[in-house]
């Protein structure tokens, strides 16, 4: 697909957070966002920026690349800087995608729900839902009244196989969407999440026994499941980010291929 001027995101400045790979949720929404006239700004942290630097390199265009790691105060602080930086002095965002999570995989999640420690839990929360908050309030100074914040999140309201802390984490993110949904409204900036399916992804290859997740996809959803297919997932992230929902927020829109609404 081209650029798209007249695309739902047409003259809209975008930050995604989280990509490392072009199996990353958020290459995905990078790529359809600018491919709907976004102008993206991609984030990540650590070593893996190397990666994402590389890997940015197969959007449709090449987008700047900001370091944030969301546990960082001095990166958060350094945020509106560094987009101004990257866009222009009187740069607004006009969207926020949060695409991050990280559990300890060999702590807490595999079916070790009973034994996971506490540092390692409070870490997950951090980075997985916390963090939202942080990336919210850093990028406040730069959005105003229209502006969408979209995380990521799989169903927390229920407890699977082998997910352990880390839907702990996710009811947590869930809970702090609609906080922050209560806490923006006022700026007239909008606080979803997109709630996907299994998705084979670095994060989700990670998780011992995912297979487990994905199989029960495939047999129950009505719709089907292609846990390689990020695009549906993208598609409502952007949808989310665009005009099209003005008066959503602290919502949870499914992209599950139907699974969730099913009882067996
Ligand atoms: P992914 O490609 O591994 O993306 C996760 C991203 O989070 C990575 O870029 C990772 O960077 C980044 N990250 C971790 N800790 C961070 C920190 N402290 N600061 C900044 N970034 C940090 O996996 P993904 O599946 O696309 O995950 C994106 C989101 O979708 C997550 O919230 C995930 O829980 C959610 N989700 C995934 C699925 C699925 O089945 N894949 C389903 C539902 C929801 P590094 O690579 O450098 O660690």
Redesign the pocket.
């Known amino acids: 697909m081209t650029i798209n001027s007249n695309g739902i995101l047409a003259g809209k400045n975008i930050l995604v ?5 072009d ?4 290459f995905a929404v990078a790529k359809f966002a600018q491919e709907q006239g976004a102008t993206v700004l991609v984030s ?3 070593q ?1 920026l190397r990666i994402t630097r590389r890997i940015v390199k197969r959007l449709p265009e090449l987008p700047e690349v900001i370091e ?4 960082d105060a001095e990166h958060l602080a350094a945020l509106p800087d560094a987009v101004r930086e990257a866009l222009g002095p009187d740069a607004r965002l006009d969207g926020v995608v949060h ?4 559990g300890n995989p060999e702590t807490l999640l595999g079916g070790k729900f009973l034994d996971g420690p506490w540092e390692d839990v409070a870490q997950a929360v951090q ?2 839902a916390y963090s939202l908050k942080s990336l919210a309030v850093a990028c406040r100074p730069l959005m105003s009244e229209g502006g969408s914040v979209v995380g ?3 169903d927390a309201s229920v407890a699977w196989p082998v997910y352990d802390w880390m839907g702990v984490a996710k009811a947590g993110l869930e809970s702090t969407a609609r906080y922050l949904a209560r806490d923006l409204g006022g700026d007239g900036i909008r606080v979803n999440l997109v709630s ?1 399916g ?2 084979r ?4 290859k990670a998780i011992p026994g995912f297979e487990d997740l994905e199989s029960m996809w495939t047999t129950k959803s009505p719709l089907g499941w292609d846990n390689t297919d990020q695009e549906p997932t993208a598609k409502a992230v952007c949808a989310l980010l665009s005009d099209l929902f003005p008066s959503t927020t602290g919502e949870i829109v499914h992209v599950d291929g139907g699974f969730h609404a099913m009882g067996a």
Not at 99 to 102: D, E, L, R, V
């Open positions: 957070a989280g990509v490392t790979l199996s990353s949720i958020g990540n942290f650590g893996a944030l790691d969301v546990t695409s991050i999570a990280y980075v997985s990521l999140t799989f996907a299994p998705l992804t670095l994060a989700a």
